[in-house]
């Protein structure tokens, strides 16, 4: 089984400021790495797939990078509305998520 | 418009079953792999288990194998999940989600979710 650990747990950022978020996998999982954002009560959005190519209608300010092991999201100018938990998940394997980044208002 | 419309959740006592359904539409639901992926109050995101396109290859969490059987109907647009011997630790929201596709192998993204359904396993 294909371990996802996500870091910080919890980020707090200022509206405008960069937020960068990271997923790291137990083993390799190529490019096959997908980022969600989630807001209470609400399910899941696809964002980030293939580890760096955007969904459709997801604004430019939202970035992945990496493979294999370590990716990043990155927020480039946190809106007001991106404040939410977000979890990573590989597909390389049979689906597996992290446990999740929640990113605060600071 | 892609919709995904869960039902079934209901409190159900251990060691009982319970079988949920999603109906999908506003895309071609015969094309695409099918999930449930589930969260229980408060925590992270689990997935729960796949079907391919055609009902030919399902796959499950460690954590249901042999208690939860998916399956599809691509006549009526509809996937279920057959949930048996139900435990405390399955209550949860159950989403029903779409796999993008992006790509060749079985299973890639999940771009469009349900709201879910909730089970609650209580005595």
């Known amino acids: 089984e294909i371990v996802m650990t996500q870091s910080p747990a919890t980020l707090s950022v200022s509206p405008g400021e960069r937020a960068t978020l990271s997923c790291r996998a137990s083993?390799?999982?190529?490019?096959?790495l997908a980022w969600y954002q989630q807001k209470p009560g609400q399910a899941p959005r696809l964002l980030i797939y293939?580890?760096?190519t955007r969904a459709t209608g997801i604004p430019a300010r939202f970035s992945g990078s990496g493979s294999g092991t370590e990716f990043t999201l990155t927020i480039s100018s946190l809106q007001s509305e991106d404040f939410a938990v977000y979890y990573c998940q590989q597909y390389n394997n049979w689906p597996h998520f992290g446990q999740g980044t929640r990113l605060e208002i600071k | 418009e892609v919709q995904l419309v869960e039902s079934g959740g209901v409190v159900v006592q251990p060691g009982g079953s319970l079988r949920l359904s999603c109906a999908a539409s506003?895309?071609?639901?015969?094309?695409?792999?099918m999930h449930w992926v589930r969260q229980a109050p408060g925590k992270g995101l689990e997935w729960v288990s796949l079907i391919s396109w055609d009902g030919g290859s399902t796959y499950y969490a460690d954590s249901v194998k042999g208690r939860f059987t998916i399956s599809r109907d691509n006549s009526k647009n509809s996937l279920y999940l057959q949930m048996n011997s139900l435990r405390t630790e399955d209550t949860a929201l159950y989403y029903c989600?779409?796999?993008?596709?992006?790509?060749?192998?079985?299973?890639?993204?999940?771009?469009?979710w349900g709201q879910g359904t909730l089970v609650t396993v209580s005595s």
């Open positions: 506003g895309f071609t639901f015969d094309d695409y792999t």
């Open positions: 083993q390799s999982v190529s490019s096959n």
């Open positions: 989600a779409k796999d993008g596709g992006f790509g060749d192998s079985k299973t890639t993204a999940i771009d469009y």
């Open positions: 293939g580890a760096s």
